[in-house]
């Protein structure tokens, strides 16, 4: 089965930095896109960025010039680098793989595409 986990989650000030990491197992994400979510308390789940096969990412317009999606295809992991932290980007971070009839060679965004979810890492941002 496909597995995730994410590490690199912590608490830092407005303004840090911080890089997540994603180990995949089991999905080849040379293949295939994958991307990063997140999720506030009583707040919807939100795409954060996704990266094809061939480099190509997408970001969500709240994140856009402060966070970057990046890959080791050898290492089978995904990475977010997060710059210029905000209060508003508390949250859950996960990564997240496509169910098979979901995996063209676009990125997605979209929640519902996703079949494959990692445990999570804690992002908390303070003044």
């Known amino acids: 089965q496909v597995h995730l986990v994410e590490s690199g989650g912590g608490s830092v000030q407005v303004g840090g930095s911080l890089r997540l990491s994603c180990a995949v197992s089991q999905f080849d994400i040379s293949r295939y896109y994958v991307a990063w979510f997140r999720q506030a308390p009583e707040k919807e789940r939100e795409g954060v960025a996704c990266?094809?096969?061939?480099?190509?990412?997408s970001y969500a317009d709240s994140v856009k010039g402060r966070f970057t999606i990046s890959k080791d295809n050898s290492k089978n992991t995904l990475f977010l680098e997060m710059i210029g932290l905000q209060l508003e980007d508390t949250a859950m971070y996960y990564c997240?793989?496509?169910?098979?009839?979901?995996?063209?060679?676009?990125?997605?965004?979209?929640?519902?595409?996703?079949?494959?979810w990692g445990q999570g890492t804690q992002v908390t941002v303070s003044s």
């Open positions: 997240a793989a496509p169910a098979a009839t979901s995996r063209g060679l676009r990125c997605s965004l979209a929640a519902p595409r996703f079949d494959y």
């Open positions: 990266i094809a096969p061939n480099g190509y990412s």
